[in-house]
């Protein structure tokens, strides 16, 4: 059975930052991209970061979070880790932890659709 378990999440103020972690079972780092998604109130679902070992490494964070937050991964210990700095406001949302194949990664293609498997998600609450 796959799991993927998010925690991390909290309240923190505007310019704080938080670390997401996620831990996956069931399935191997080299077969799949992991990587975030986020979803606000109101709002759909939107690709933030993924990375892969089967391509050599391929990061993606989309332009709306580049350069405050950070993916990386422990693949010994099958974690990924979402670093997120300088938080704002806009970023309060649920982080979903999420695998699917390793092409899916990058900009265009990073989407929920191609998602194969969810965790059930970390509350992140940014305020002013």
């Known amino acids: 059975e796959v799991q993927l378990v998010e925690s991390g999440g909290g309240l923190v103020q505007a310019g704080g930052s938080l670390r997401l972690s996620c831990a996956a079972s069931?399935?191997?780092?080299?077969?799949?991209?992991i990587g975030w998604f986020r979803q606000a109130p109101g709002k759909e679902r939107e690709g933030i970061s993924c990375?892969?070992?089967?391509?050599?490494?391929?990061?993606y964070h989309d332009s709306s979070v580049k350069g405050r937050f950070t993916i990386s991964s422990d693949n010994a210990k099958n974690m990924v880790f979402l670093q997120m700095e300088s938080l704002k406001p806009e970023d309060t949302a649920v982080y979903f932890c999420?695998?699917?194949?390793?092409?899916?990664?990058?900009?265009?293609?990073?989407?929920?659709?191609?998602?194969?498997?969810w965790g059930k998600g970390a509350l992140v609450t940014v305020s002013s």
């Open positions: 999420a695998a699917g194949a390793p092409g899916l990664c990058t900009v265009r293609l990073w989407k929920p659709f191609g998602i194969d498997y």
């Open positions: 069931g399935i191997s780092f080299d077969a799949y991209a």
């Open positions: 990375i892969t070992s089967s391509f050599g490494n391929t990061y």
